[in-house]
């Protein structure tokens, strides 16, 4: 019986993300931002900005990019197509901007479970600054199903 609760505390991999103008133009249209200031770089330096700013849920997705984001999950025995994406919370402490370059270090911080383990929860606190200035804290919660633990009912 696999559990994740010895990994509180565990440092996971960290990972560098460059910020970069087209993107953060493609996301803006994805998610139907229609403010200028997120995909024009006039509208963004008029607005008080030194380029464009990074929208809030953004962050989120570059923890997606490396080569392997499921990996720390692997390693904790759990599979991964047993797995869902359970919560998900931003806290800023100031913007992000296009070409800033992010340093993203995640850090499992909590475990508990439901239904007799049957559900395992683990919560990802993940630290990002700007050449040592705090950003944000994102915090992931993952929920990881355990069938071989299910009680019938």
């Not at 931002?33 to 330096?45: F, G, K, L, N, Q």
């Not at 929208?55 to 990996?71: N, R, V, Y």
């Not at 390693?75 to 806290?91: A, K, M, N, S």
């Not at 929920?143 to 019938?152: D, L």
Request: proline share 7%.
């Amino acid at each position: 019986m696999t559990s994740a609760k010895d990994a509180v505390g565990r440092v996971l991999a960290p990972q560098t993300a460059l910020i970069e103008r087209g993107r953060l133009q493609f996301f803006a249209e994805a998610i139907g931002e229609t403010d200028p200031r997120y995909s024009e770089i006039d509208a963004a330096v008029e607005a008080g900005y030194p380029d464009l700013p990074v929208p809030p849920t953004f962050l989120f997705g570059l923890k997606l990019e490396k080569p392997d984001p499921m990996a720390w999950l692997v390693e904790l025995g759990i599979d991964p197509r047993l797995v869902l994406h359970g919560q998900q919370r931003f806290e800023y402490a100031t913007m992000a901007f296009a070409g800033d370059e992010l340093l993203l270090e995640p850090r499992i911080t909590d475990v508990y479970e439901k239904r007799g383990g049957a559900l395992e929860f683990i919560v990802v606190d993940t630290e990002v600054t700007r050449q040592g200035e705090r950003i944000a804290t994102l915090t992931d919660t993952v929920v990881a199903r355990h069938p071989e633990r299910e009680v019938a009912r």
